[in-house]
């Protein structure tokens, strides 16, 4: 996790959304939740969905609800992702 954070500190914008929804999902504390933040405003709005964004920060929020260190990833995914009235287009 740490060296996906380190990657995206040094990208100039993100031009693909999965791996900002791949590492953004993984952000446990502040200063790489922070670090992925800095990345989607590096990002021109045209690459940039807003579903994306959503979908990470729904995921940080069940990260900080759950009572257990470690939870569920996959659970939280499909939680998160069934939620979506619109699938977003990770390209």
Request: net charge negative; charged share 20%.
């Amino acid at each position: 996790m740490s060296e996906g954070i380190e990657i995206i500190e040094n990208m100039d914008q993100c031009d693909n959304l999965l791996p900002l929804f791949l590492i953004g999902s993984e952000a446990r504390n502040d200063s790489d939740r922070l670090a992925v933040l800095d990345l989607v405003a590096r990002t021109p709005k045209s690459v940039l969905c807003d579903g994306t964004m959503g979908m990470i920060q729904c995921l940080w929020t069940q990260h900080d609800l759950a009572e257990d260190s470690s939870p569920d990833y996959l659970r939280m995914l499909i939680a998160v992702i069934s939620q979506c009235t619109i699938m977003t287009v990770f390209l």
